[in-house]
């Protein structure tokens, strides 16, 4: 009998490379209690505590679980922020005892961009729970950062569009849009002339407006006045007006636009409440 033998020289299976411990948590176990019990499951921490549900959850459990999370040294900051502002919703007198010290935490650090949507989500959360502080400090806040809203998360200015007729969001309001602010350079015309904002609503913004709409300066198709009607004329009921047309009857649209903004002063509609978008992976 003939026996043949290989022998196989330098030939070696590269180990797999394991899974990410949140593709393991995601793959055993879809319980949010689960997850937040699991100490290696950081990453998914934030949408687990939105996720518990009080029916299947006792109150007392799910607000131990996040406290504990909250309070652990090796928890970033930002997931600290994304678990508080789940508390707030679960247990509201202790969010709010939680949550006011991190928002003022956040409120002091210099990196505006990174901390912006955990205050305003933070303020908006403990605002509807009914705090007696949280407008105040955000709108003491607001009014201090860098006028560059296109670099900071629309989230971060939730309390405005929830609370408009608040005293302290319409006087954080009017300090944005006074005239003369930087908040209101052109290179931010498409954030606050954006239709899902709402700003149009707030009585120093609309009145910019209705100067701005009057504003004569410039030539052909570039007038002030043209550009802002522009961007108006994309909300819906807006009057239609096209950069496009003569000048005559640009002019004429023009009356009709002043007219719609007036209308829509104090029409503020408070926006529903959306998840926050924290950046916690």
């Known amino acids: 009998m003939r026996v043949l033998l290989v022998v196989v020289f330098g030939c070696t299976t590269a180990p797999a490379k394991p ?11 879809r319980d949010p209690l689960a997850i937040l019990e ?16 009080p029916n299947k959850v006792p109150r007392d459990v799910g607000t131990r679980i996040m ?10 900051f930002e997931v600290q922020c994304a678990i508080a502002y789940a508390l707030v919703d679960w247990d509201p007198e202790t969010g709010e005892r939680v949550a006011e010290p991190i928002m003022r935490k956040a409120i002091v650090d210099p990196n505006i961009a990174d901390q912006a949507v955990c205050i305003g989500m933070l303020a908006d959360a403990r605002a509807h729970a009914k ?74 913004l609309n009145k910019h407006i209705i100067k701005a709409l009057g504003d004569r300066r410039g ?7 043209d550009v802002y009607a522009s961007l108006l004329a994309r909300f819906i009921g807006a009057p239609e007006f096209h950069r496009s047309w ?3 009857r640009r002019d004429a649209a023009l009356v009709e636009m002043k007219r719609w903004v007036r209308e829509q002063l104090g029409n503020h509609t408070p926006q529903p409440r959306r998840r926050a978008a924290f950046r916690t992976r």
Not at 46 to 52: F, G, S, V
Not at 144 to 159: L, S, Y
Not at 219 to 225: E, I, M, P, Y
């Open 38 to 53: 699991n100490d290696e499951a950081v990453g998914l921490w934030d949408e687990a505590a939105a996720a518990l549900d």
């Open 219 to 225: 030539g052909g198709d570039s007038r002030v006045c």
């Open 67 to 76: 406290l504990k999370r909250i309070a652990a040294p090796t928890t970033p």
């Open 131 to 204: 705090s007696p502080s949280a407008l105040a400090d955000y709108a003491a806040w607001i009014v201090t950062i860098p006028p560059k809203p296109k670099a900071i998360d629309d989230a971060a200015f939730a309390p405005f569009h929830s609370f408009p007729e608040e005293p302290a969001i319409e006087r954080a309001a009017a300090t944005i849009f006074a005239e003369g602010s930087p908040w209101l350079a052109p290179e931010n015309r498409e954030w606050f002339l954006e239709e899902e904002s709402h700003w149009i609503d707030f009585s120093a």
């Open 246 to 248: 003569s000048e005559h």
């Open 19 to 29: 899974a990410p411990k949140h593709a393991i948590v995601k793959e055993t176990s």
